[in-house]
Structures are given as structure tokens and as C-alpha cells.
T-cell receptor, first 114, second 113 residues
Framework: TAGITQAPTSQILAAGRSMTLRCTQD?????MYWYRQDLGLGLRLIHY???????GKGEVPDGYSVSRANTDDFPLTLASAVPSQTSVYFC?????????????FGPGTRLTVL | KNQVEQSPQSLIILEGKNCTLQ??????????LRWYKQDTGRGPVSLTI?????NTKSNGRYTATLDADTKQSSLHITASQLSDSASYIC????????????FGTGTRLTVIP
């Protein structure tokens, strides 16, 4: 079982360019999440989706957009990248969005914006 | 303000020794607390979850404690191994709200031979 996969593994992007980070899960989880992880700041929620067809804003949504057309995929798009978006991005999924549900994380995408 | 604070920020111990990591939180109303282990270059993996009524829970050499009155949790690692070198992240869930997970910044543990 693959679990949750992310692509690409790493990317160097010129400022002003757009990019989509891909995330796919095969666990049929209802909820999916995008986080960024920066040194000294821990994981911060960018956007989330409690179920296919719905999305919501997290703690740091500016400059990012998401879509959830189906259960398995939850892409994150940077429309016009800026250097402050240099970070490691983690996608996660969970069976439900609350209670005792455990979030399962992907391996991460390391993004550098120059 | 809902916060999760972990200490120490980093820790170096000799292989075979024990250590304890701390997590203090102000998240309210409290639902549960989860400890994650994050190996370098990987995503976090859950070690254990603590609910309001649980005081202690073990997962192999990892033992988590929770004091809901003082809003403190600890993760004790017994007989450390080199593979325990990782970041350990405390995550607290609040009962209400759309964005109801609060993450600590983690403790970076290094086990040396």
C-alpha cells in the first residue's frame, strides 16, 4: 500500500513562476491537508479539505490555492511564487476531520523559490 | 491563546540512556494529544495518542504521560537506540473549531554511540 504520495520530491522555482504540488492518497480518507514546515516554526496548516468537493483555509493560506475534485487527490498551487514560500511542504490525510482520527503524512516536497 | 510549547528544543544523549521530552499546552477545550516522530527528510508518524482520561500509555520503549489538570504531557524514551534520532512533535487537538490542531515546534533528539 502506497499510503500518501507527493510529487515532486524537490523543486527549485524562479520567483513569479507558478507551480502545483501533487498529493495522492489511496486510503480512501475523507480529509486531506497541506502544511508547510519551516525551521523553528513547526508545521503550519495552509489549506484543508474535510471531504471531496470542499476546501477551507488554514493558518497561512495566502499565496496558495487548492482543489479537491475527488477523494484521492489534493493538489496545492502557488500562482506566483515568492521567496518566502521556500519551505518543506507536507500533505496529510485522515479518515475523518476530528475526534481521534490520526493524520498520515506524505514524504514532503522541498521547494526553493529564488 | 491556544499554544503548544515543547522542551527542550534539542537534546543529545548516549545510546542506551533514557530521556524525557516535555509538552505544555494551553489549548482549550482539550480533546486529545498526540506525539509524532519525524525522521530527517520524512513526514511525521504517530507514536501515541492521549485522551483526557488517560494518564499513561506505552508503545514499546516509548511511554507518554498526560496530566490534564496541569496541561502537561511527557514522552519518555527508554534504552535509547540510534534509530530514535529524530524530531518529536506534540500535537494537541481542541474539541471545537475548524482548524483545531495545534502543533509544537518539536524536540530534536540525537542519540550518539
Amino acid at each position: 500500500t502506497a499510503g500518501i504520495t507527493q510529487a515532486p520530491t524537490s523543486q527549485i522555482l524562479a520567483a513569479g513562476r507558478s507551480m502545483t504540488l501533487r498529493c495522492t492518497q489511496d486510503m480512501r480518507h475523507n480529509a486531506m491537508y497541506w502544511y508547510r514546515q519551516d525551521l523553528g516554526l513547526g508545521l503550519r496548516l495552509i489549506h484543508y479539505s474535510n471531504t471531496a468537493g470542499t476546501t477551507g483555509k488554514g493558518e497561512v493560506p495566502d499565496g496558495y490555492s487548492v482543489s479537491r475534485a475527488n477523494t484521492d487527490d489534493f493538489p496545492l498551487t502557488l500562482a506566483s511564487a515568492v521567496p518566502s514560500q521556500t519551505s518543506v511542504y507536507f500533505c496529510a490525510s485522515s479518515d475523518t476531520s476530528g475526534g481521534l482520527s490520526e493524520q498520515f503524512f506524505g514524504p514532503g516536497t522541498r521547494l526553493t523559490v529564488l | 491563546k491556544n499554544q503548544v510549547e515543547q522542551s527542550p528544543q534539542s537534546l543529545i544523549i548516549l545510546e542506551g540512556k533514557n530521556c524525557t521530552l516535555q509538552c505544555n499546552y494551553t489549548v482549550s477545550p482539550f480533546s486529545n494529544l498526540r506525539w509524532y516522530k519525524q525522521d530527517t527528510g520524512r513526514g511525521p508518524v504517530s507514536l501515541t495518542i492521549m485522551t483526557f482520561s488517560e494518564n499513561t500509555k506505552s508503545n514499546g520503549r516509548y511511554t507518554a504521560t498526560l496530566d490534564a489538570d496541569t496541561k502537561q504531557s511527557s514522552l519518555h524514551i527508554t534504552a535509547s537506540q540510534l534509530s530514535d534520532s529524530a524530531s518529536y512533535i506534540c500535537v494537541v487537538r481542541r474539541q471545537t473549531g475548524a482548524n483545531n490542531l495545534f502543533f509544537g515546534t518539536g524536540t530534536r533528539l540525537t542519540v550518539i554511540p
